[in-house]
């Protein structure tokens, strides 16, 4: 099975593409540029020194959010192009799902966390098993008092991962009664390996979805849409 990875949920855009479970290629930007001047270029570049033909692949596996709003409409539109084009399915991978799986060590308990703004992240807890990543605490936007306080719940060590990490680490330092750990920055922010190796799972498990029922996870409104809706209360 050949299935090409996408990540564009955050900063960084990352594809990557497997080949009956070998990583075979990856390509990550993390620079000013927008991921619609980036990703496909990135894909078509990738499949060329791979040498994988597109007709080739089986799926595409995406973040599916949360994330930044527009990196993912831009992933989604991506990837339903290429699947509608190439007749095969998407597989939905959780933006933070795809984060924990970075962290190889079994049994460790982790938090992935984006940067939200405004003092938020995104953040789920999740436990590394030889599988899929298990879900201890789903999905979900709060700040990040409230995040700190959940992992501290599950009573273990609790590594931290994402984006959010090198915005937050001084303050989960502080809130933490228990005992923490940082991934280094190299590996904090979103790979797309970890999205195919996680789509590749969930694509056995049928876990596959035609490109026109594919929709991203935004958990919350957008910025935009949030200071219209201030606005209207002012007035």
């Known amino acids: 099975?050949?299935?090409?990875?996408?990540?564009?949920?955050?900063?960084?855009?990352?594809?990557?593409v497997m080949s009956e479970g070998i990583l075979t290629g990856e390509y990550t930007i993390h620079n000013k540029k927008t991921h619609s001047q980036t990703l496909l270029p990135m894909i078509s570049d990738m499949l060329l020194m791979a040498e994988i033909k597109p007709e080739e692949l089986d799926?595409?596996?995406?973040?599916?959010?949360?994330?930044?709003?527009?990196?993912?409409?831009i992933g989604a539109s991506t990837a339903k192009g290429l699947a509608w084009t190439l007749g095969i399915p998407i597989v939905p991978v959780s933006?933070?799902?795809?984060?924990?799986?970075?962290?190889?060590?079994?049994g460790a308990v982790v938090c992935p966390i984006m940067?939200?703004?405004?003092?938020?992240?995104?953040?789920?807890?999740?436990?590394?098993?030889?599988?899929?990543?298990?879900v201890l605490?789903?999905?979900?936007a709060a700040a990040i008092e409230e995040a700190v306080s959940c992992a501290d719940r599950i009573g273990e060590e609790i590594i931290?991962?994402?984006?959010?990490?090198?915005?937050?680490?001084?303050?989960?330092?502080?809130?933490?009664?228990?005992?923490v750990r940082f991934m280094e920055p190299v590996n904090c922010f979103q790979r797309g390996a970890s999205v195919a190796a996680v789509g590749s799972?969930?694509?056995?498990?049928?876990?596959?979805?035609?490109?026109?029922?594919?929709?991203?996870v935004y958990?919350?409104?957008?910025?935009?849409?949030?200071?219209?809706?201030?606005?209207g209360n002012v007035s």
């Open 59 to 73: 799926c595409i596996a995406v973040s599916a959010g949360p994330g930044s709003f527009t990196g993912l409409r």
């Open 201 to 216: 799972l969930l694509f056995e498990k049928k876990q596959g979805v035609k490109a026109a029922e594919f929709a991203p």
């Open 160 to 179: 931290y991962i994402g984006d959010g990490v090198p915005v937050f680490e001084d303050r989960i330092r502080v809130l933490s009664q228990g005992g």
């Open 137 to 140: 605490l789903e999905p979900g």
């Open 1 to 16: 099975m050949k299935i090409l990875g996408i990540d564009s949920s955050g900063l960084t855009a990352s594809v990557a």
């Open 115 to 134: 940067d939200a703004r405004r003092s938020q992240v995104y953040f789920g807890i999740y436990r590394i098993t030889e599988d899929l990543p298990e």
């Open 219 to 231: 958990l919350r409104k957008s910025q935009a849409e949030r200071e219209r809706e201030e606005a």
């Open 95 to 106: 933006s933070l799902m795809g984060l924990a799986a970075n962290v190889t060590q079994r």
